[in-house]
């Protein structure tokens, strides 16, 4: 039987090498007993790529002796945040749910017709440390992954946290995000594990362009994600350009430009946040998602 989770909702954190140590260090952790799994998932698509062009998602996970078969669509967001729509349900093989498939909305249309070329495409290995969190009257998963993306002959290595509100509201999202970065070398990711894997295997970083204070800090977020996979400098030099462009850009608040400041100084040659970068970038990414739910 299917679950549908109209609006997941969560905020994606890219960590520093160090960062998952101090993660499980933090104290607001210290009184939780966090589950540990290791999880295999293997991510589908065509040939051609029809699902990634369509901005969907479908993964095969195997916790344990459970595969889980999953559909996501496009997040939509920014600075870390995302809602989007999602599906999972188990299954008793590691063979895609043809079926259960061409029933979801996003499968009703043209993108139906691809579901007979679907092949798997790219899979992620982890293990996976999570806390039921319970902040300001709401249910908070945080999820730490540990692992390594395998697409197209390429490895990338996974190094992220993953706030998911389970009940309760988004603002409680980024205060938790805010606390945690009080210890932890972070920053927002606006990369899915599904996008970066098809970016590995065709060896291509497409970065958008950007003319709105929204748009640069979206488009430094992915340039940081881009430069750690490929380690091509191009990308820490267009993170740190549009971050410049931030630090100046007159239609912000001069505390907005401060943050964007303290960003474009913290950010290392590595590409690395530390906990300056991490408090700033959640600070102005924050205000940035807030801005937006006002218009």
Known sequence: MKTSMPTEIELKLALAPEGPLAL??????????????????????TPEGALA??????????????????????GHGGGGFSQRQEWEWPVPTRHLDIQGLAELPPFKGALGEAIPALQPQLSTDFERWSWQITWQDSHIELALDEGEIHSGGHQATICEAELELKSGAPEALWSLAQALAEGVPLGPSDTSKAARGNALA??????????????RMHRATLALDAYHDSHHAEHLVAAQEALAALATDPALTDQARDEAAVMRDALGSDGQ????YAKASLAFAHRMAYQTALR
């Open 53 to 74: 062009q369509a901005r969907v998602a479908l993964r095969l996970r195997q916790i344990d002796d459970q595969v889980l078969q999953t559909v996501k669509t496009a």
């Open 202 to 215: 065709a060896q291509q970083w497409p970065l958008p362009e950007a003319d709105s204070p929204l748009q």
């Open 273 to 276: 946040p530390n906990v300056a």
């Open 24 to 45: 499980r260090q933090h104290p607001l952790l210290q009184t939780l007993t966090p589950k540990r799994q290791t999880l295999t998932n293997t991510y589908y698509d």
